[in-house]
């Protein structure tokens, strides 16, 4: 089996020869498409005039799933350009990535993802931010080098992750890029690291012991900086400040506003025993409700429900705009819930006692005595 994309990743075009082994799925010979394998999504184009859907290992074959069925014989296989050239640039800077973590900073890799909004890399140790700095930069200084991306086989002195598999089991290819990394891979790459353009890492989050880095390469990098740049030029003008001072702003405005809230909440639980007294009086099969339609806020909602509930003996409703609690000693808040929601929609539940949930609409105290009488 002749893996095309492994020697010439820019053959984008060539002539295959084509085996049916069911209804809608072939192999070829040379191998063009790159399978959904090593963490690389497939390949997608057409052959002949049937398109490719998917490209997988199935019994140590590259099966080719194509939209309509195709005999034996030779067709023109083409690969979607664009799609080849995102993957094998985001996969050619995990191996820059990878290779520069390990031998500069002892971070081995555990697992790899190359996905169309984000790829992935995951540590087995945990980083620090700017260790991601130093990272992306020495990263960066491999692309501008222009080195180029080699494939040999069968090196014994070589890096296997833990996510490589291989069909042969008696080839081992290898993918080199000057003295920064040498590991055993089965995807497809570009020619040289040049051709990346540039390498953003984004984020990084907790992974069990490790770490997981969010990174991106050529134009969807781009793209992501660029839209992350608008978001500060905007954040920069409301503030009033350049981008160093972002950070401190935030966190006092983000001080100030959590002793707003607290001083908010405060007032309103003041202010909940009047609207207990103001609560509408109802009566629905010799059991009071108190129902109450105001703009408490959400984290109150149920606080008031249960003051009226025990302010009556009976059962408390409350409505925030769409949210909804129904406290109740008598009734079945839960069934209660589920009648208001009958008619005028939403989600949530609850139990016996309490319910609480959101409504798909306001609805005003009148309304829901109608409901309840028909309960």
């Known amino acids: 089996m002749k893996r095309l994309y492994w020697m010439s990743p820019d053959i984008f075009e060539a002539e295959v020869k084509v085996k049916a082994i069911a209804d809608g799925k072939v192999t070829i010979e040379p191998v063009i498409f790159h399978p959904d394998e090593g963490g690389q999504p497939a390949d997608k184009g057409a052959i002949g005039e049937a398109n490719v859907c998917n490209v997988e290992i199935v019994n140590g074959q590259i099966v080719h799933t194509l939209d309509r069925p195709l005999s034996d014989g030779k067709y023109i296989a083409r690969l979607n350009k664009q799609r080849r050239l995102y993957t094998a640039s985001q996969h050619t800077a995990q191996h820059i990535l990878s290779g520069i973590a390990e031998k500069q900073f002892g971070l081995g890799t555990t697992g790899v993802h190359i996905g169309f909004e984000r790829c992935t890399v995951d540590f087995d140790r945990k980083i620090d931010s700017e260790t991601v700095?130093?990272?992306?930069?020495?990263?960066?200084?491999?692309?501008?080098?222009?080195?180029?991306?080699?494939?040999?086989?069968?090196?014994t002195d070589v890096r296997i992750r833990s996510n490589s598999r291989e069909i042969e089991s008696d080839v081992i290819r290898v993918v080199k890029i000057g003295d920064y990394d040498k590991s055993a891979c089965c995807g497809a790459h570009l020619r040289t690291t040049g051709q990346i353009g540039i390498i953003r890492i984004f984020d990084i989050e907790?992974?069990?012991?490790?770490?997981r880095m969010f990174f991106l390469a050529g134009r969807k990098a781009l793209e992501q900086s660029q839209l992350e740049t608008s978001v500060l030029r905007e954040l920069r003008k409301s503030a009033g400040c350049s981008t160093s001072e972002l950070s401190a702003i935030f966190q006092k405005t983000l001080g100030h506003s959590k002793e707003l809230t607290k001083?908010?909440?405060?007032?309103?639980?003041?202010?909940?025993?009047?609207?207990?007294?103001?609560?509408?009086?109802?009566?629905?099969?010799?059991?009071?409700?108190?129902?109450?339609?105001?703009?408490?806020?959400?984290?109150?909602?149920?606080?008031?429900?249960g003051m009226i509930a025990e302010a009556i003996d009976g059962t408390g409703i409350v409505v925030s705009d769409v949210s909804i609690a129904i406290s109740s000693n008598r009734m079945n808040a839960n069934e209660l819930l589920r009648k208001i929601q009958n008619t005028v929609g939403g989600k949530g539940g609850g139990s016996a006692k309490a319910a609480n949930g959101k409504l798909n609409r306001t609805v005003t105290t009148d309304e829901l005595i109608t409901i309840l009488k028909h309960y």
């Open 133 to 155: 700095k130093e990272l992306e930069q020495k990263s960066m200084e491999v692309v501008t080098l222009n080195i180029p991306v080699e494939t040999v086989f069968n090196d």
């Open 263 to 305: 001083e908010i909440n405060r007032l309103w639980s003041r202010m909940l025993p009047e609207l207990v007294k103001s609560a509408e009086a109802a009566e629905v099969e010799s059991s009071k409700i108190g129902i109450q339609v105001t703009d408490v806020p959400r984290q109150l909602v149920t606080k008031l429900a």
């Open 206 to 211: 907790n992974k069990k012991k490790g770490t």
